[in-house]
């Protein structure tokens, strides 16, 4: 297997990130004035960086995210299997204290080892781990594309990077993001290496960060 780059970035800012309500696999929102700021201030910083293909999420916020690198005619594929986690009834909505606390109950139970518990009517990491291998599957068998620019969702980022990096599930909470932040990584053909990690140098000159 031959070596590649991949830049993975997570999706510019969107009204509900401002607004801390969960988006879910089941919103499809469009980015908002400082996401579109954070996705203009990505693509002065990388692109000139030769990128082969560019792959998103079917979302059309992680779509707009990259929307400059695909306007200047790069190859680009979209794959729901790299949409967010389905968070179920909570997407959407301002929660409660007491949805809530079942939410951050939900994630203590995965950081114990419980990957197959879905949170009530959506996904668990599992089921989002098994979406994305078959996508996983496609990025690294294509030998002709040595840089890869992917951009993605918070939750499923930190999944794809536990499977990347040979990381249990149980996991992949040590994977901070932010939006329009990178993780550089590197493929040696067998093994991958985080050259970057939760990188935002490139939205130092925004305001209101």
């Not at 830049?7 to 309500?21: A, E, V």
């Not at 999420?57 to 986690?85: C, M, T, Y």
């Not at 979406?131 to 990025?139: E, F, G, M, N, P």
Request: net charge negative.
């Amino acid at each position: 297997m031959k070596s590649k780059q991949i830049y993975l970035i997570r999706h510019g800012q969107t009204d509900f990130n401002k607004r801390g309500i969960v988006q879910g696999s089941g919103i499809d929102s469009d980015l908002n004035a400082l996401g579109r700021a954070q996705a203009e201030a990505f693509y002065r910083a990388y692109h000139g960086i030769p990128f082969d293909k560019v792959y998103t999420s079917a979302l059309k916020r992680s779509i707009q995210s990259v929307q400059r690198f695909l306007d200047a005619g790069l190859p680009w594929e979209s794959h729901a299997g790299l949409n967010e986690i389905n968070w179920g009834y909570r997407e959407g909505k301002v929660i409660t204290p007491e949805e809530d606390a079942y939410y951050y109950d939900v994630i203590r139970r995965w950081e114990t080892g419980e990957e197959g518990l879905r949170i009530q009517g959506g996904e668990s990491p599992l089921d989002v781990r098994g979406r994305q291998q078959a996508v996983l599957d496609v990025i690294l068998s294509r030998r002709e594309e040595e840089i890869v620019l992917i951009c993605m969702h918070g939750r499923a980022m930190r999944i794809l990077l536990t499977t990347l990096l040979r990381y249990p599930l149980s996991a992949m909470n040590l994977f901070e993001h932010h939006n329009l932040c990178l993780y550089k990584l590197h493929y040696t053909g067998s093994l991958f290496s985080v050259e970057l990690f939760d990188d935002t140098a490139h939205l130092s000159m925004i305001d209101d960060q």
